[in-house]
């Protein structure tokens, strides 16, 4: 999205803390932003829900592909050259989302 950014993040360790990666990767890129660009890059609060179980996981993922068709952006998910996952293709991604909620 060009004004936003969406992120499913899931801590794989037992002592992972999403809270503080997100708290860190926003200061990193706004100060490599900042220095590159001479602007802030973002907004001064951030929203974020933590997902409890794997339905909601999947709610949010699938609400995160479909969100460049809907604002226009796209015709369809894999359209949008900006969506992608470290753990699954794209491909594979929407398959297992459309597959669980078809």
């Known amino acids: 999205m060009p004004d936003h950014l969406h992120l499913v993040v899931e801590g794989k360790a037992h002592d992972s803390d999403c809270r503080q990666f997100s708290i860190r990767s ?4 706004a100060f490599y932003y ?7 890059l973002w907004q001064p609060r951030a929203l974020e829900h933590v997902l409890r179980d794997r339905e909601q996981a999947f709610k949010a993922a699938r609400y995160i592909l479909e969100n ?18 470290l753990v699954y293709p794209l491909s594979e ?10």
Not at 26 to 29: A, D, I, L, T, V
Not at 34 to 40: D, H, S, T, V, W
Not at 70 to 85: E, H, I, M, N, Q
């Open 68 to 85: 460049p068709v809907r604002a226009g952006l796209a015709a369809a998910v894999a359209d949008y050259p900006f969506l992608g996952s």
């Open 93 to 102: 991604l929407t398959h297992r989302l459309y597959l669980h909620h078809a």
């Open 34 to 40: 900042l220095r590159q660009f001479g602007e802030p």
């Open 26 to 29: 926003r200061q990193y890129s």
